[in-house]
């Protein structure tokens, strides 16, 4: 089965909890809390209300809960109003909307040098 561009392929629901490393192929929604560290290759999207404290690393992320870790994007992180994010951020393009809390350090680098 062939997957569409920006279709979610894999949802940690709210009321649920993970400790460990995750990876995912495609994009991914989580809504619960994960301890560890979470991995796609195209784009991760922290809903409201999740609780991660995880290194994250992705394409894209997309942050809306409480997120403290390390995160680096290869295309973009965007933080949404009420997240809370605590750590350091590597990626080409960042997005902080009005009204985040961000206790961090970011790093940009461009699109061409995304090898660390």
Not at 4 to 18: D, L, M, P, T, Y
Not at 33 to 42: E, K, L, T
Not at 71 to 79: G, H, L, P, T, Y
Not at 81 to 105: M, N, Q, Y
Request: glycine share 10%.
């Amino acid at each position: 089965m062939e997957r569409r561009r920006g279709e979610v392929s894999a949802i940690i629901e709210e009321g649920c909890k993970f400790e460990g490393n995750l990876s995912f192929n495609g994009t991914a929604r989580i809504a619960g809390i994960v301890n560890g560290s979470v991995f796609s290759n195209d784009t991760v999207v922290i809903s409201e209300g999740a609780v991660i404290n995880a290194d994250i690393n992705a394409n894209i992320i997309i942050i809306a809960g409480s997120v403290k870790g390390n995160i680096k994007a290869s295309s973009r992180v965007e933080i949404l109003k009420p997240a809370r994010f605590e750590g350091i951020i590597t990626t080409p393009s960042l997005i902080v909307e009005e009204g985040v809390i961000f206790h961090g350090t970011t790093k940009m680098r461009d699109k061409k040098n995304t090898q660390t």
